[in-house]
């Protein structure tokens, strides 16, 4: 069973930095998609970007050209780089990882991490 701890979370003023790390234990094997999304408060889920098996990698239009994701070789790991920050980026940041399952996939959330960009 998959178990994901983020960090990197905090306050950044507007055009700031910061850089999301969600570490995975447990079996990762038959990994479909490992990625982020986020919450702002009373508004949906809202996908920011994930990387699928076969590498093919997604983002938000809101977050192109500002956001990178990328993961360690092993797949252990998942990151998000997030440069030229803005006060819409503020939200709650949840990696997700989904694995290949008999007869479907399961899916695992991390506890989600709070981002701030404010002056």
């Known amino acids: 069973q998959v178990q994901l701890v983020e960090s990197g979370g905090g306050l950044v003023q507007p055009g700031g930095s910061l850089r999301l790390s969600c570490a995975a234990s447990?079996?990762?094997?038959?990994?479909?998609?490992m990625g982020w999304y986020r919450q702002a408060p009373g508004k949906q889920l809202e996908l920011v970007s994930t990387i699928l098996s076969g590498g093919r990698i997604n983002y938000a239009d809101s977050v192109k050209g500002r956001f990178t994701i990328s993961r360690d070789s092993a797949e252990n790991t998942v990151f998000l780089q997030m440069n030229s920050l803005k006060p819409e980026d503020t939200a709650v940041y949840y990696c997700y990882v989904q694995k290949s399952a008999r007869w479907g996939a399961n899916d695992y959330w991390g506890q989600g991490t709070q981002v701030t960009v404010s002056s």
């Open positions: 447990g079996s990762i094997f038959s990994v479909n998609a």
